[in-house]
């Protein structure tokens, strides 16, 4: 593994977070490789649901774009914080810890879900991205599920 590749997958993960900070998809997505493995830690028969459209795998740029306006059309704008606790980089890996805070726009409800978000980054872009999260917090907010 070399300092190279460590310094690189650093600095891709530092402007992927500024770029969802400002919020342009497609500049988010610009970031993310042609064909890239997203997936999420929800069950699939969850996947694409009505309330939350975004929950699914993903394969390509367009789809990261897709993701991220789906993401913003859910939740109330203005009323969303993320706090990236800890970025862990080995070579070409990049794990970040944090806590997502958002307000699902159907309902108002807001939630706080946890979170672990293992990338890949290959030639300074982004080809893995799967999520972990409280899937319970999300559904909940977004009343698809008893409380």
């Known amino acids: 593994m070399s300092t190279t590749t460590t310094a690189t997958t650093r600095s891709v993960v530092e402007d992927l977070l500024g770029r969802i900070g400002e919020g342009d998809p497609e500049r988010i997505a610009a970031l993310y490789a042609d064909d890239a ?10 996947h694409g649901r009505a309330a939350t459209p975004w ?6 740029r367009a789809d990261a774009a897709a993701h991220y306006r789906e993401l913003a059309e859910h939740h109330v704008a ?3 914080a993320t706090q990236v606790e800890r ?6 890996h990049a ?3 944090g806590e997502i ?4 726009r159907p309902t108002g409800k807001p939630y706080r879900a946890r979170f672990a978000l293992h990338l890949t980054v290959e030639n300074g872009l982004i080809t893995r991205h ?3 999260e409280d899937s ?5 907010a977004f009343g698809e599920c008893e409380e």
């Open 37 to 46: 493995d997203w997936k999420l830690d929800w069950p699939e028969s969850e």
């Open 55 to 60: 929950i699914r795998h993903r394969t390509t």
């Open 78 to 80: 203005g009323e969303a």
């Open 87 to 92: 970025i862990l980089v080995d070579g070409d």
């Open 95 to 97: 794990v970040l810890l």
């Open 101 to 104: 805070r958002q307000t699902a």
């Open 130 to 132: 799967h999520v972990y």
């Open 136 to 140: 319970l917090a999300v559904t909940q």
